[in-house]
């Protein structure tokens, strides 16, 4: 059977221009970033001797109202680059970059006009916050998007009729794994105990996958005169929003909560499984995920990696996780919470390499964005696609 490509398509209402876009997804690999390529159909007479532009941008928004303070929603562009399609500036050659772009273009005919963008290397990855099941407004996002649109200038109003919104996503693979295998190992002392109780938490390797168990190996040595108990393990995904406010939100994602004590005198070394999954969270308030595409497209958001030379504060949103491991301290003058934590990585696989291979037949597959249920969308997000 030939092969087939899939390339997305959305239509504005009016059918004045229509974008073709071969993928949504576009992987920063720490030393570059997949540009983003795409063609253009117009329909000359429904334009009306205006121009076509094209758009890209990256755009962070903090939905206040979901993180229950009082206030407006705060939104800031961090990346806009707008380029004329239409008339023409350049000859189509130079802006054709794929092989998919060359058969669009031969495919769509003489009203097909190429596109195509780079990315700067300092724009952070997608991102959302989860909201609640009765939320209502903004969704606090880091959010990227191709916008073609028709006009006499590139700063006049946009008429929606004539406009073509595509919500694209940026995302980040995990780099070569290394030999480091994170862990902790501690030493805590209590009043009238001569000896300490020790523990050490260890995991296999720094980075796992979405989808994948995370398994905690625990000893705990307890030469203290208290008894141990109410051991629990969880991962923690810590959100940062750091360009705005400065919060943190902390969400436990998975937890573990076995019935093993550790008595005095007495010493456990035990292996645990936990396993950090969106399926495990849906509905949960402010866990944060990877930008969002389709329902069954996403996961929980993955770890944030951000180059030496950019700055923290342009990412919008930083995600770490940490293995935390809990437990009680109990005695006869009183209990105490003792608490040792391991920070770890959680990121999709890297992938192979797509080759840049002319596809024997491509398939249009309509571009739509399935809503994050709670959201209520405003006149500056993306509309269904019309028929």
């Keep these: ?88 500036l350049q000859d189509k050659e130079k802006l054709t970059h794929t092989r998919v772009q060359q058969k669009l273009l031969h495919k769509l005919g003489d009203n097909a006009y190429p596109f195509f963008f780079e990315f700067p290397d300092n724009l952070p990855c997608s991102v959302s916050l989860q909201p609640g099941p009765n939320d209502v407004g903004k969704k606090c996002a880091v959010e990227f998007e191709v916008k073609a649109f028709c006009g006499e200038n590139q700063d006049e109003k946009i008429d929606k009729q004539s406009s073509v919104r595509l919500t694209i996503r940026k995302i980040q693979f995990s780099p070569e794994n290394t030999e480091v295998a994170p862990f902790a190992d501690m030493t805590f002392e209590f009043l009238m105990s001569e000896k300490p109780l020790h523990v050490k938490l260890s995991l296999p390797k720094e980075t796992f996958y979405h989808g994948e168990p995370v398994k905690a190996n625990v000893e705990i040595t307890n030469s203290s005169s208290r008894s141990i108990k109410d051991i629990s393990l969880s991962v923690e995904q810590v959100t940062n929003v750091v360009l705005y406010s400065n919060d943190k939100y902390v969400k436990s994602v998975a937890k573990e909560e076995p019935e093993d004590s550790v008595p005095s005198g007495t010493t456990l070394k035990k292996e645990y499984t936990l396993y950090p999954l969106l399926a495990y969270n849906k509905d949960r308030r402010g866990i944060a995920l990877d930008g969002r595409l389709k329902h069954e497209d996403t996961n929980l958001a993955s770890s944030s990696i951000v180059k ?80």
């Design 1 to 88: 059977m030939s092969p087939k490509h899939v390339v997305f398509k959305k239509v504005s209402r009016d059918k004045s221009v229509a974008v073709y876009m071969a993928k949504r997804d576009f992987v920063d690999h720490c030393d570059s970033v997949d540009p983003v390529d795409g063609v253009i159909v117009i329909d000359p007479a429904q334009l009306k001797g205006k121009k076509v532009y094209v758009m890209l941008s990256c755009t962070f928004r903090y939905g206040r109202q979901d993180m229950d303070v009082m206030g407006v929603a705060f939104r800031r562009d961090l990346f806009v680059v707008t380029r004329q399609v239409y008339p023409e």
């Design 308 to 387: 030496q030379e950019v700055l923290k504060e342009v990412q919008g949103m930083l995600i770490s996780y940490k293995v935390v491991l809990k437990m009680i301290a109990s005695g006869t003058v009183g209990s105490s919470e003792v608490s040792v934590e391991v920070p770890f990585k959680l990121m999709n696989p890297k992938s192979e390499p797509v080759k840049d291979s002319e596809p024997d037949d491509m398939v249009f597959e309509d571009f739509k964005r399935a809503y994050l249920k709670g959201v209520v969308y405003g006149d500056d997000d993306e509309s269904p696609t019309e028929a």
